[in-house]
T-cell receptor, first 113, second 111 residues
């Protein structure tokens, strides 16, 4: 049972480039989330999804897009990378929001130069 | 003002010490309280989960919630070097779709 799998683990981007962070879970969880973690700042919610075809903005959505075409996959797209998007990105999933028990992926470390 | 405040540390203690980690919050609607542990370069993992006020114990770990003071704590007894990690408090309210996290406290347990 793999849990939540994120790829890539590390990536360096140039300003203005685009890329997609992949996230997949095999636990049949309805809820999926993308967080970013900056040093000393905790986890900030970027986007979340309550099921296939349904997404909504979190606290810091600017510069990002998401889609949820299947229960398993929740990719995060950066369209025009900026240095402010240098961060560690975590994907997480949960069975429902009430339980609040999140299973996190190992993270994707992104540097924008 | 942040909804959840947490001292970033680092907190350094000798092996065997009792550790106290704390968070304060401002939103009185929060009812679900969690502690996540995050090892270096890993994703957070759930350590303790508490609903509303009271205490919950799991082995060497005790989570305490005081809703009247808007204050939560995590106690670690007989701390071990393997407890060295960042501890994140998290909380949520009924109807909210996502958690609000504290900034995390980095703990180092010296052998």
């Amino acid at each position: 049972n793999a849990g939540v799998t994120q790829t890539p683990k590390f990536r360096i981007l140039k300003i203005g480039q685009s890329m997609t962070l992949q996230c997949t879970q095999d636990m049949n969880h309805n809820y999926m989330y993308w967080y970013r973690q900056d040093p000393g700042m905790g986890l900030k919610l970027i986007y979340y999804s309550v099921g296939a075809g349904i997404t909504d903005k979190g606290e810091v959505p600017n510069g990002y897009n998401v889609s949820r075409s299947t229960t398993e996959d929740f990719p995060l797209r950066l369209e025009l990378a900026a240095p402010s998007q240098t961060s560690v990105y975590f994907c997480a999933s949960s069975y429902n929001s009430g339980a609040n028990v999140l299973t996190f992926g190992a993270g994707s470390r992104l540097t924008v130069l | 003002q942040k909804e959840v405040e947490q001292d970033p540390g680092p907190l350094s203690v000798p092996e065997g010490a009792i550790v106290s980690l704390n968070c304060t919050y401002s939103n009185s609607a929060f009812q679900y309280f969690m502690w996540y542990r995050q090892y270096s370069r890993k994703g957070p993992e759930l350590l303790m989960y508490t609903y509303s006020s009271g205490n919950k114990e799991d082995g060497r770990f005790t989570a305490q919630v005081d809703k009247s003071s808007k204050y939560i704590s995590l106690f670690i007894r007989d701390s071990q070097p393997s407890d060295s990690a960042t501890y994140l408090c998290a909380m949520s309210a009924t109807g909210r779709r996502a958690l609000t996290f504290g900034s995390g406290t980095r703990l180092q347990v010296q052998p």
